[in-house]
């Protein structure tokens, strides 16, 4: 038996969106809040992606972007500052290289990218499904919830099916669309969500932090929700 729990986060692939034609990635503040609770619970971690290789951020999530939106993560910009957690996402491994049986908990994070590269990835939902099915603590954040809409388990059955579960918020996309001025996302997961038959999507305000723990699944609204949703699973493996 290992002495460390470990954390298996999971990060959306580079794409391009074919909505904005934007380059897109993962949102910084899912990724390091959520690490940063890790760390402090004294958990391993290991961040891989599908395909493996190189991970980018989305450009609004960068504390550092010349947009200015993000520039109050300082825990973003922490993580940025630091060669050696850089250096994880340098060259990712590719999540078929990944033993589930080494880890205790997933961590989906999420981002623009997952809507692009990981709602129809079967290879990552039978994964997911297979985690969730060994009785593991699985979790997803934000747009990373998307991959919820479509897992399925061996009973074919949807994970989330008499779930309560949350994820990026109708009320958000358009707040972000108006924002912006123009479509951002190819879908809307609350919008998906509320056509599945038996389960049960729940949203608190627009950009407050939620995050739900429902036996072994967690999830978070968005960005904001990170690190909520990170201290559900240090609860649930404490």
């Known amino acids: 038996m290992r002495d460390t729990r470990k954390i298996l986060m999971i990060v959306s ?43 980018e951020a989305d450009g609004f999530s960068d504390p550092e972007d010349e947009s200015g939106y993000s520039a ?9 500052k630091d060669p050696a957690k850089m250096q994880l996402l340098a060259d990712t491994p590719a999540l078929e290289d990944v033993n589930a049986d080494d880890y205790d908990a997933i961590f989906v994070v999420g981002g623009q990218g997952p809507m692009v590269t990981m709602i129809d990835d079967d290879r990552l939902h039978r994964f997911v499904a297979g985690f969730f099915e060994a009785g593991k603590v699985t979790a997803a954040v934000c747009h990373g919830t998307c991959i919820l809409l479509k897992t399925r388990l061996s009973t074919g059955d949807l994970l989330v099916t008499g779930k309560r579960w949350t994820g990026f918020a109708d009320a958000e996309e358009a707040y972000v669309e108006q924002a912006i001025g123009q479509k951002v996302q190819p879908f809307w997961i609350e919008t998906e969500a509320r056509k599945i038959e038996a389960t049960h999507f729940e949203v608190a305000g627009a950009l407050e932090a939620h995050a739900i723990r429902d036996g072994n699944l967690v999830t978070g609204q968005q960005q904001v929700s990170a690190g909520a949703a990170a201290r559900e699973i240090v609860a649930a493996l404490s």
């Open 13 to 55: 692939n580079p794409a391009t969106s074919p909505v904005t034609g934007w380059p897109i990635g993962f949102w910084w503040a899912e990724l390091s809040h959520a690490y940063e609770v890790f760390e402090k619970a004294g958990f391993g971690i290991d961040i891989v992606s599908p395909d493996g290789g190189k991970l």
């Open 72 to 80: 109050q993560d300082t825990t973003s910009l922490a993580f940025k």
